[in-house]
């Protein structure tokens, strides 16, 4: 099994990824700890997680 190399939104930090991750997939990063969404895996984009705090329509 290979992995991928992305890096941290938050810290720039290299951010090592599954070849079998899918986009929606929840990560955290071993560096700074925050919380990351996989929004596209081609090309492989991470983003901050929304919050979970978030009430969306209520």
């Given at each position: ?18 070849d079998?991750?899918m ?17 596209a895996?081609?090309?492989?984009t991470l ?12």
């Amino acid at each position: 099994m290979g992995y991928t190399m992305s890096e941290c939104p938050v810290c720039a930090a290299e951010i090592e990824l599954a070849d079998d991750a899918m986009a929606g997939e929840l990560l955290v990063c071993e560096d700074c700890g925050a919380e990351l969404e996989l929004t596209a895996i081609d090309p492989v984009t991470l983003a901050e997680a929304p919050s979970a705090e978030e009430d969306w329509g209520q």
